[in-house]
């Protein structure tokens, strides 16, 4: 008689929950999300809510005394963004406002984001913080970091006291 084969994916969030509680660490099936209705959300609408941020893409590289950020945010006020340094964390946020969304039309492709958006960026190196500059030209954030003096190994000499 054969030995009856587990299915291959849990099919709900139950599932692997109830699995999970009842001892079975060692159940090999894992999540299929691809399955209609996700399990976990109930429409697309939902990852839109208010609180939705996009992520915004950027460009980050360095020269010899400066780390450059460069972004493109059409569509945006230069007063509209904002951008905080908080230790080795550049943080970058602001919103796209949509003007007006014609209802009545039917869209081909609908692919540009409309709403908040940010990105948090770890920085590389240590940067002198009271001298970047921000520049937006024709759609394009240019953020320039001028990278702090790096400490020298210098030798102390001990005295003895006298």
Same mark, same amino acid.
């Given at each position: 008689?054969?030995?009856?084969?587990?299915?291959?994916?849990?099919?709900?969030?139950?599932?692997?929950?109830?699995?999970?509680?009842?001892?079975?660490?060692? /159940?090999?099936?894992?999540?299929?999300?691809?399955?209609?209705?996700?399990?976990?959300?109930?429409?697309?609408?939902?990852?839109?809510?208010? /609180?939705?941020?996009?992520?915004?893409?950027? /460009?980050?590289?360095?020269?010899? #005394?400066?780390?450059?950020?460069?972004?493109?945010?059409?569509?945006?006020?230069?007063?509209?963004?904002?951008?905080?340094?908080?230790?080795?964390?550049?943080?970058?946020?602001?919103?796209?406002?949509?003007?007006?969304?014609?209802?009545?039309?039917?869209?081909?492709?609908?692919?540009?984001?409309?709403?908040?958006?940010?990105?948090?960026?770890?920085?590389?190196?240590?940067?002198?913080? #009271?001298?970047?500059?921000?520049?937006?030209?024709?759609?394009?954030?240019?953020?320039?970091?001028?990278?702090?003096?790096?400490?020298?190994?210098?030798?102390?000499?001990?005295?003895?006291?006298?």
């Amino acid at each position: 008689m054969a030995e009856e084969q587990s299915p291959v994916f849990f099919k709900s969030l139950d599932e692997l929950k109830n699995s999970l509680e009842n001892g079975q660490e060692n /159940d090999r099936r894992v999540l299929d999300l691809s399955v209609k209705p996700d399990p976990i959300m109930k429409n697309e609408e939902e990852w839109f809510t208010e /609180d939705y941020e996009g992520q915004l893409a950027v /460009d980050v590289y360095q020269t010899k #005394d400066k780390i450059i950020v460069k972004s493109t945010i059409a569509g945006v006020k230069p007063e509209e963004l904002e951008i905080h340094i908080y230790h080795d964390l550049l943080t970058i946020r602001g919103k796209r406002e949509q003007v007006q969304e014609e209802k009545e039309a039917e869209y081909f492709y609908k692919e540009c984001y409309w709403g908040g958006f940010s990105r948090s960026i770890i920085l590389p190196v240590d940067i002198q913080v #009271d001298k970047v500059e921000a520049v937006f030209k024709n759609g394009i954030l240019t953020i320039i970091m001028p990278k702090a003096a790096k400490s020298k190994l210098i030798n102390v000499q001990v005295k003895p006291e006298e």
